[in-house]
């Protein structure tokens, strides 16, 4: 499995994955599921994957490729288009491109061929922005209500998401969430696994602020693994103990296949 | 969905479990997912159930029908039995044979069929035990090292049980555990519902302790809520930012058919 978050905030976005791929729990190895294409001052593009990575590295191939021919107007790349919202369809593009080369496995195999993304960054004088492309191609973008896309294993590290994230955080604030975040997955996930790929974008600096793969030995990530461990069992102690009462259940109703 | 959890405990065992069944997003109703045998005394049995209504029904009704007819040696029933394994297996039997029943409907629809159970409780001078029984019949036992089972949507609970779970805790603390687990998970998935069933069983008492239905405006689960989401954030403000550094990635390396 995979876990991948972006967070979008005012202040910029913030980008985590992890790296464990598998074929089999006796077959597993180190893989950025991070993609950055960065043009210095012009524009800075970050890209999550999580699923089947032949399928996920072909995408990423056909960007990058692209990319490096000459300027088709007929096929935008993501160093041709103007808005995140068009590199967001030109990345929906190339994931129909590979699942039409890859379509009778797909059907043979459709569990084979699953895979999602999200994509962030800025063109230009936009705004930054975020999006979470499904393997159909078609996406949605993050908003302030809504500011974080979760990839691959995602439930263990909803819970402190849901509860703190906000976009009005500074950037190093949502990084430690992020990290808190993955913190969770990883007791509860071992196909989640170490180390850490991080990415701080700051809003109009058109190139990647701050890059690092946190190593499972990384002071950081151990203090704050340790801190928050401690820091929930403390506040888990100052909670009031439930205390029961005798209360007469109400009687089982009966009906059929409804699930529970 | 559901999301039940039984607790083994050094003091006893405690039992939680939500009450929302649906059949679609438009057909949502409220049953106990709570099933409690007592023979004042002599034995309490309590069953957890998750999956397909009409078949945990079935599996629920076949263990209470047995019960009422007159004792047959061929056929155990869980106020026969002399051991919390003997019950397990007499519910494993129950899961059979209606699987054997429902043979062809469970060939032609595998998903319609899944199911899991949680049975736990005392029979007699025997200790307090606990077990997971899986839709095919066979089953675990809970241990120290692993107190509790989770069964349904379980993996947004995980992270505060696997961080706090001990079996030395006192049932009032295991209680509020549960609690805590059910909040993160009800805050993460609407196919979960209140109110929830709580039942708390007292080591060697051989009754019910407490047994109790948490409406949505029960005043202590309303506290333990709020009080855990300013615990947490509070806890979440007083670990130290991230300071992030700028290092160089390694390269990325190129395979395929991997799992990412």
């Not at 021919?69 to 967001?88: G, K, N």
């Not at 990384?218 to 401690?230: G, H, N, P, R, V």
């Not at 089982?252 to 699930?259: D, G, I, N, T």
């Amino acid at each position: 499995m995979t876990y991948c978050v972006g967070f979008r905030l005012d202040r910029g976005i913030v980008f985590a994955s992890d790296t464990r791929t598998n074929a089999g729990v006796d077959n597993i190895a180190t893989f950025s599921k991070m993609h950055v294409w960065e043009l210095k001052g012009d524009r800075v593009l970050i890209m999550l994957t999580a699923g089947n990575l032949a399928f996920t590295q072909s995408v990423v191939s056909i960007l990058s490729e692209r990319i490096s021919t000459p300027p088709d107007p007929e096929r935008p790349s993501l160093s041709s288009v103007t808005t995140m919202f068009q590199a967001a369809r030109v990345v929906g593009a190339a994931i129909r491109e590979v699942r039409r080369v890859d379509k009778q496995e797909i059907e043979d195999n459709p569990g084979l061929f699953s895979a999602s993304f999200i994509l962030g960054g800025q063109i230009g004088g936009e705004d930054p922005r975020l999006f979470q492309i499904y393997k159909e191609g078609n996406f949605i973008e993050a908003t302030p209500d809504n500011p974080y896309f979760q990839i691959g294993e995602h439930k263990y590290g909803k819970p402190i998401l849901g509860r703190v994230a906000s976009p009005d955080m500074r950037l190093g604030v949502a990084a430690k969430l992020l990290l808190l975040s993955f913190d969770s997955t990883l007791r509860s996930n071992l196909s989640v696994g170490m180390p850490i790929d991080i990415l701080i974008y700051r809003r109009d600096a058109l190139e990647v602020s701050e890059r690092r793969r946190i190593q499972e030995d990384d002071a950081y990530f151990k203090k704050l693994s340790t801190a928050w461990s401690e820091a929930l069992r403390d506040a888990f102690v100052h909670i009031d103990e439930y205390e029961g009462a005798d209360t007469l259940m109400p009687p089982v109703e009966v009906a059929s296949s409804r699930r529970g």
